[in-house]
């Protein structure tokens, strides 16, 4: 195939123009002068025969033929510099992108991460958090790793390990804790799953609390866990990801009873076929959930 002149001076002062919506900005990032970016706009308009921005008293307005020029410029120019990035040294990299629930790639993944950097130098591992919502396709992911019972639509789901949540909250706050039951006086705190208190109770034998108690609800569970050691209240929390916080006192686990809520699960698009980098940080994975916890899981 051959391909026609592609004016590529042209279509970066756009794109630089289009993310700022401002020639001076985008002349800013690529070192050249704001009428040097706005000569090229105009260029690629004239060639193309359509406006791309409406130019404003103060800024640029992007038109529907640049808004759709635009993704595909950016997608363009992204994939260029991931691929130079990937030759620098005289030697190919690969680039991994992994979304990980931020509970997970803190208290679990991140000190092992150093492990698998060691065995496959040549594999730059891009590590992205969530709050268990990501969608692996906008966000350009290789691999998920979600809590919950491994069923999400168009994803291929492998189970991790299970991650049972049990109470946890500083020692002062342990001191007023002999029975479960003590719990309803104290600050309960939670993630998004309105039932996830519910389960634990149940697990203690009582299937129905006298009345629901005071709590906060918060949307990142290392977020909650720096509450509950700031001794605002008791979090429902899976004491696998906060090992450091109970080596170091910081909470404790006032009851040995815990609550099955969910595992943890290495996901990809069924449609993406895995690359080598990929097998490789999965059999990794999995090698690591087995030297930590053997024969559970």
């Known amino acids: ?14 794109e630089a ?14 070192n050249v002068t704001q009428a040097a970016v706005s000569h090229q706009v105009k260029l690629l308009e004239e060639r193309l025969g359509v406006a791309l921005f409406k130019r404003l008293p103060r800024g640029l307005m992007i038109t529907a033929e640049g808004e759709a020029l635009l993704p595909v410029m950016r ?7 991931d691929m130079l990035e990937r030759l620098e040294g005289g030697r190919v990299r690969d680039i991994l992108h992994v979304g990980a629930v931020g ?16 065995r496959h130098p040549l594999i730059e591992v891009r590590i992205s958090t969530h709050n268990n919502r990501v969608d692996m396709t906008s966000e350009g992911l290789d691999y ?13 789901a492998q189970r991790l390990f299970d991650a049972p949540h049990s109470a946890l ?18 600050t309960l705190l939670r993630s998004y799953r309105e039932s996830e208190w519910s389960h634990w109770f149940a697990a203690a034998g009582i299937s129905r609390p006298p009345a629901r108690p005071c709590g906060i609800t918060f949307d990142s569970s290392l977020a909650m866990m720096e509450a509950a050691v700031q001794g605002v209240g008791v979090a429902l929390a899976p004491p696998r990801m906060f090992a450091r916080q109970l080596s170091s006192n910081q909470v404790v686990q006032p009851f040995d009873i815990h609550a099955a809520l969910g595992s943890y699960w290495l996901t990809r ?14 059999n990794w994975l999995f090698e690591e959930v087995r030297l930590a916890y053997g024969s559970e899981v």
């Open 1 to 14: 195939m051959t391909r026609p002149y592609l004016p590529l001076n042209a279509l970066r002062a756009f």
């Open 169 to 186: 909250c500083t020692p002062r706050l342990a001191e007023a804790l002999r029975a479960p039951s003590d719990l309803f006086r104290q």
């Open 75 to 81: 997608e363009s120019f992204d994939r260029m510099a």
């Open 103 to 118: 509970t997970f790639a803190v208290g679990w993944l991140l000190p092992r991460l150093a492990r698998f950097q060691a």
């Open 269 to 282: 698009l069924k449609s993406r076929k895995p690359s080598a980098a990929m097998a490789n940080f999965a």
């Open 144 to 156: 998920a790793i979600r809590f919950g019972d491994g069923a999400w639509h168009g994803l291929e």
């Open 17 to 30: 123009a289009a993310r700022h919506l401002s020639f001076t900005h985008a002349a800013d990032e690529l």
